[in-house]
Every structure is written in C-alpha cells, then in structure tokens.
C-alpha cells in the first residue's frame, strides 16, 4: 500500500463510517477496483484507521462525552455497547472470511438499500428527541440492533439509526445515540485489531497489528497520515449527515446502495 492509497481508503471511511452505505463495503470496493493486494496490513488498516473517525465524533459531540453530570449517558453507552463486544469476539474469524467475498457484499448493500426505502414510513410517531429521554433499555435494544451490522455491507450506522428509531428516536436523535454508540464500538475493534488479534494466523509470518504498522517505515506513515485523514473527513460528514438525514430522510441513501450494489454486483460477477 503506497501513500495515495492509503488516503484514498481513509478518505473513504471518514466519508461513509456514519452515513447508512457501509464503510467496509466502500473501503473494500475501492480498494479491489484499484488493484491493491488484499495483504493482512490492508484488513488491519480498514479496522484501525477508524481511530481518526472516533475522534471526529469525540470532538464533534464533546460536551457530551465530558459532561461527567450525567452519567446516565455513560451508562446507556456501556450497556449497549456489550452486545457487539461479545458476538463480534465469537464470530471474528466468520466476518474476517466475509470481508473478501465482493459478491456477498454487494448483495447486502441491495438488500439494505431496499430496507431503508421503507425506513421513513415505518416510524412515523417519534416521541424521544434527545438521548437523556431514553432509557438504558432502549439503549441495550439499540446495541442488539447495531450487531446486525457485523455482516459486511449492512452498515452499522444504519443498523443503529434504524434500531433507535424502532424505539421511539427521532431521525436526528437516533442518528446522533449511532455516532455515540461508534465510539466504544469502533474503540473496542481498533484496540482488538492492533494490539490482540493475531493477523494471518495461517501465514509463515503471523502478527499482531501494532508489529505490522512498526514493520516499516511505508507502514507507520500510511497508518499515521490514513487516522489523521479520517478524523478530518468524518468530522465534515457527521453534521453534513444530520442535515441531510433531516431533510430528506433514508430515500435517497437507499436508492443510492440499489444502484451502488446492482453495479458493482455486475462488476464482480464479470471479473472476479
């Protein structure tokens, strides 16, 4: 992985990881339509550049993350986030073998596309405008929902949002509770990722992710400069998202992971 491709692949997660289009899709798509080996440090880069993306919503939201008065939120944090935890550490291997299957992808990003045509007519009444109105229930319900997002291309931003507006959130409250919610969850996966799991078991070279990003200096820049990357674009697109989220609803997002999908569904078919 060079330099260039390393930001296009960061540009692509801060721009997709909270918007309801899958960032591993996006992130793997790019990466195949441009060539690039699918090499362990590739697979840790996807996971660990989401570092940059935690701190876009940390600074974005950080009142909320230093209001040490309500510690309700830190609760609803922690509960929901238990969910994912421990389904995501039995099933590593089984979304790990996913990841390369472009096809399967593809298919989940329609699928998906499909379900959030109909997103804004199923929840029509909400009744909870702000996270302080919910409760710790409701929170763990969103952290159970946020887990079908494990399947690559379902995106966890929309399985969140969608699992907040089944519990009464409104479009804007939900979408906010689904950038809370990434912070310990995509905290938990990067830590995993770097400093636990053990990248290609299978290999002569078996290593852990924090060993592959010192193993060269090409490494330790692409990791570095991909983080920082990241937290600038994600920053951008959180409040963009809001607004737009706001003003036209999951229509538009589901038309576009149809048409995303249809086509790169054809192209892997084609060449695969």
């Known amino acids: 992985m060079d330099l260039i491709e390393a930001i296009i692949i960061a540009i692509i997660e801060g721009l997709t990881e909270f918007l309801p289009i899958s960032s591993t899709a996006h992130m793997g798509f790019a990466a195949n339509l441009m060539g690039m080996e699918e090499t362990e440090f590739l697979k840790m880069f996807q996971v660990s550049i989401q570092f940059g993306a935690i701190l876009a919503v940390v600074v974005a939201y950080w009142k909320k993350f230093f209001d040490l008065s309500n510690l309700k939120f830190y609760y609803k944090l922690g509960f929901a986030v238990l969910p994912a935890l421990a389904l995501g550490f039995l099933f590593d291997d089984k979304i790990e073998a996913v990841l390369g299957n472009q096809i399967a992808i593809s298919a989940v990003l329609i699928v998906g596309g499909v379900f959030l045509l109909f997103a804004d007519s199923w929840f029509k009444n909400p009744k909870i405008n702000d996270e302080k109105d919910m409760s710790i229930k409701k929170a763990v319900i969103i952290g159970f929902w946020q887990c079908l997002a ?123």
Do not use: C, D
């Not at 090409?218 to 697109?237: M, R």
């Open 150 to 272: 494990m399947m690559p291309g379902t995106s966890r931003s929309a399985a969140s949002i969608i699992g907040g507006m089944t519990q009464g959130l409104t479009r804007k409250a939900a979408a906010e509770f689904s950038f809370f919610l990434a912070v310990p969850t995509m905290l938990a996966v990067t830590v995993y990722s770097i400093f636990v799991k053990t990248w290609g078991k299978e290999t002569a070279m078996p290593m852990k992710g924090y060993e592959m990003i010192l193993s060269s200096s090409e490494h330790i820049i692409a990791f570095v400069v991909g983080n920082i990357v990241a937290f600038v674009v994600a920053l951008i697109a959180i409040k963009s998202f809001i607004e737009l989220l706001n003003k036209y609803g999951f229509k538009p997002w589901g038309w576009y992971r149809i048409i995303v999908g249809i086509v790169l569904l054809i192209y892997f078919t084609q060449f695969p």
